[in-house]
């Protein structure tokens, strides 16, 4: 009996493993970069870790999420994050500080191996995506919190970014670039209440 079975299925299971074929991926992987210029950075002040920000949960995932109007929010299934978002914010933001302030000393707060920080950034990002007039929002509150000391004032901060035109509406790179300038207004805004 298990012989006969298996003489009617063979042919049936050779057929269809001949007809699978590899899927191309065709996602792309994002990642966000630095635009504030390099310089040669050899100050050790001020010492402040970056801690990961805070992200509503519906930028906190692989996809790049787009907003088109009446609250509705496009999940891109095809254009990914390389590194989760809050990770790429506070590495981006460490390497932008850095570089404003000449310290080599602003790291993400998990670069730290002991706590020889003066201080902490925390950010609590409300949104960090394109609106549906073409411009990239960052709004997002900000406060550097002295490691030993009171309570510091929280700072709000809104930014808006034209995002330039792509050869195509795939092409999400000046999405990206747009994104990149505005994670610099924010280090330059904190860099001068320093």
Known sequence: MKTLLLALTAP????????????????????????????????????????????????????????????QLKMNSYHLWAEPLDAAISRITAINLGRLTNSL?????????????QSLLEIRVSRFEPDPTGNLILECTWKLQAVAGHVADTHPFRTSVPV?????????????SAMNEALARLAREIARAL
């Open 105 to 117: 000393n602003i790291q993400p707060v998990e670069n730290f191996v002991t706590l020889d920080y």
């Open 12 to 71: 049936l299971l050779l057929a269809a493993c001949g007809s699978l074929t590899p899927v191309k991926d065709t996602s792309v992987n994002h990642l966000l970069d630095p635009v504030v210029p390099s310089r040669g950075i050899t100050g050790a002040s001020p010492a402040i870790a970056i801690a990961r920000p805070s992200l509503p949960s519906y930028l906190d995932r692989q996809q790049l999420v787009s907003r088109s109007g009446n609250g």
């Open 164 to 176: 330039p035109p792509t050869a195509s509406a795939t092409d999400l790179s000046g999405r990206i």
